[in-house]
T-cell receptor
């Protein structure tokens, strides 16, 4: 049961345009969400996070939007740069019976074309 | 460079064998997490330790075990290896034990079981 889904395995965007990466989740108990970026042969790197009490968080070119009613999360990158080409993972956290669960999506490969 | 180190980078072994993967967290981080990433899959959370004690458990097989030592480094032991255990194994660390913080990932250990 994939509780966090990234339905687009890949996305290509022109340099300078907006990249929108999407993530859907099924567990309404998730209360903290994160986006990580991963380059080949490296570990994931934290990008941005959002608590379930907010609907938007911004950090420079990166903005995460959370729609709790739709159980949907999106990452906007504006403007997109060739260095943004990587695999992006969304992740969700919840605490159940005193223990944390960390669930990652399968990733979306973003290619920014120069 | 995240500051998290993992050894070895690559490991090739045979079915039925036992291996140990090692992780040193960032300086000052007390939490260590282990993840498995199989081909084209997301990261699957295995287990978390905080200051030497187990804090959270994910989908870790009984053939797998982990521990965190007094110097805070951690080891993941995989025994009775099967072909399906071939994967990238990531270690991550964070300062706090709660799930509501970013994790810093190492470069991973690629395990190949033949």
């Amino acid at each position: 049961d994939q509780q966090v889904k990234q339905n687009s395995p890949s996305l290509s965007v022109q340099e300078g345009r907006i990249s929108i990466l999407n993530c859907d989740y099924t567990n309404s108990m998730f209360d903290y969400f994160l986006w990580y970026k991963k380059y080949p042969a490296e570990g994931p790197t934290f990008l941005i996070s959002i608590s379930s009490i907010k609907d938007k968080n911004e950090d420079g070119r990166f903005t995460v939007f959370l729609n709790k009613s739709a159980k949907h999360l999106s990452l906007h990158i504006v403007p997109s740069q060739p260095g943004d080409s990587a695999v992006y993972f969304c992740a969700a956290t919840t605490i159940t019976s005193g223990t944390y669960k960390y669930i990652f999506g399968t990733g979306t490969r973003l290619k920014v074309l120069a | 460079d995240s500051g998290v180190t993992q050894t070895p980078k690559h490991l090739i072994t045979a079915t039925g064998q036992r291996v140990t993967l090692r992780c040193s967290p960032r300086s000052g981080d007390l939490s260590v997490y282990w993840y498995q990433q199989s081909l084209d899959q997301g990261l699957q959370f295995l287990i978390q330790y905080y200051n030497g004690e187990e804090r959270a458990k994910g989908n870790i097989l009984e053939r797998f075990s982990a521990q965190q030592f007094p110097d805070l480094h951690s080891e993941l032991n995989l025994s009775s290896l099967e072909l399906g255990d071939s994967a990238l194994y990531f270690c991550a660390s964070s300062t706090r034990w709660t799930g509501y913080n970013e994790q810093f990932f190492g470069p991973g250990t690629r395990l190949t079981v033949l």
